[in-house]
């Protein structure tokens, strides 16, 4: 059996230092010491440009040397992605292409010049042809999605690389099955003959964070699965690189993300975690985020501009969007995705990125803005309390 593992490696940038601690010490420096501990053990990954200068900026330099080592060594690879998360269909082209340059920017500043990108991950495994296209124009050859993107179950590895019709790439399918699960469970089962594998290659993908912060594994099942000789691993460029071109059928793609559900899709709302049609609170976020987007080239040459950028981009994560879904993910390892705390540091930092431009010319966009903000957090709370507080029945409290 082949397990080709995919890790995805990220934290806000706006997180609590205490968070990303906890991810590093569970699940990051877990899977680390085991590509270090096992010659043969090879694993594909993304790590946010934004997680790895948190991590340097806490001093977490040995880690990121070890995970340098690891790349020169070709057992960890690592691909190209958007360097503050944000959800790439969404936001505007120009936009797209400065947060993948910049993320690859920040991977060569902290793993070497001629460090090389052949894949990419778009955050949430989020497609839509015009992303495919930019990314494939920015020199990236391949892209992991997840199969509902080809309006079917593709299971993993079981017919190989595909190739978008759209844009040209060459198109990795994660298992479901194995992904939205524990795959260390499901393998074990394989190989004790309680299951039956769908393939003689598995492509699981999934957060790193699942590995131990996640899941606790207090059964090591991810350290029995890399011991055994049964199970061997390769990364996805030397997956794809044993199949030639004729061999990959050209397919069209649907817009998607790894979290898309059938009836999300066809009711033309394959976003709908982070943009709801019926989602008034996601309105109003993007309301203020498109205000900021809109600002930039006015106030190009402002002396606040290096802060109004980095305060937009960390405003644009995914995450500022996805906790005011309110969407329970209880059957997939996931929370419920309702943080109004995660919102507001969201929002706070659209807002800071405006605040940010010092040119009295934007008195009156400042105030257009304040008056944004001040009603998604109105919004926010409001919705929080009236629906999402656990009620007490207990009548003395």
Aim: hydrophobic residues 40%.
């Amino acid at each position: 059996m082949i397990w080709i593992n995919f890790l995805h490696l990220y934290q806000p940038a706006n997180s609590e230092s205490s968070a990303i601690k906890e991810a590093l010490d569970k699940s990051y420096l877990r899977l680390v010491r085991l590509l270090e501990e096992h010659d043969n053990l090879k694993m594909t990954a993304n790590i946010s440009g934004c997680l790895l200068e948190r991590l340097f900026e806490m001093g977490k330099h040995d880690f990121i040397a070890r995970v340098s080592s690891l790349i020169e060594k070709g057992k960890l690879e690592i691909v190209g992605s958007a360097s503050y998360h944000a959800l790439l269909p969404l936001i505007p082209e120009d936009e797209v292409i400065k947060q993948i340059k910049e993320n690859e920017d920040i991977l060569r500043r902290f793993f070497g010049d001629d460090f090389k990108l052949s894949g990419f991950f778009s955050p949430e495994m989020a497609y839509s042809s015009a992303l495919a296209k930019i990314i494939q124009g920015l020199g990236y050859k391949w892209i992991i999605l997840d199969g509902i993107s080809a309006g079917e179950k593709e299971d993993g590895a079981s017919a190989g690389p595909f190739i978008d019709k759209a844009s040209g790439l060459k198109i990795i399918f994660r298992s479901s099955e194995f992904s939205r699960a524990y795959p260390p469970d499901l393998l074990s089962q394989i190989l004790r003959g309680d299951s039956q594998a769908p393939s003689n290659i598995i492509i699981s993908a999934t957060d790193a964070e699942l590995y131990g912060l996640r899941h606790e594994d207090p059964t090591a099942e991810l350290e029995l699965i890399v011991k055994n000789s049964q199970v061997n691993t390769m990364t996805i460029s030397e997956f794809v690189d044993s199949f030639g071109e004729g061999q990959m059928k050209t397919i069209n793609l649907r817009s998607s993300s790894w979290e898309s559900e059938e009836r999300d899709i066809k009711n033309g709302e394959a976003f709908n975690l982070w943009q709801g049609k019926n989602n008034s609170i996601h309105k109003q976020i993007w309301r203020l985020a498109y205000f900021a987007l809109s600002l930039e080239d006015k106030y190009r040459d402002d002396a606040g501009y290096s802060w109004y950028i980095w305060h937009l981009r960390r405003g644009l994560a995914s995450c500022t969007f996805w906790w005011a879904s309110a969407h329970d993910f209880a059957a997939d390892f996931g929370p419920y995705a309702w943080n109004p705390d995660i919102v507001e540091r969201g929002i706070g930092d659209l807002i800071r990125s405006i605040r940010s431009i010092t040119s009295p010319l934007s008195r009156k966009e400042k105030l257009k803005a304040e008056k944004y903000y001040l009603n998604i957090k109105k919004a926010l709370w409001r919705e929080h309390w009236k629906h999402h507080w656990p009620v007490s029945t207990n009548n003395s409290i």
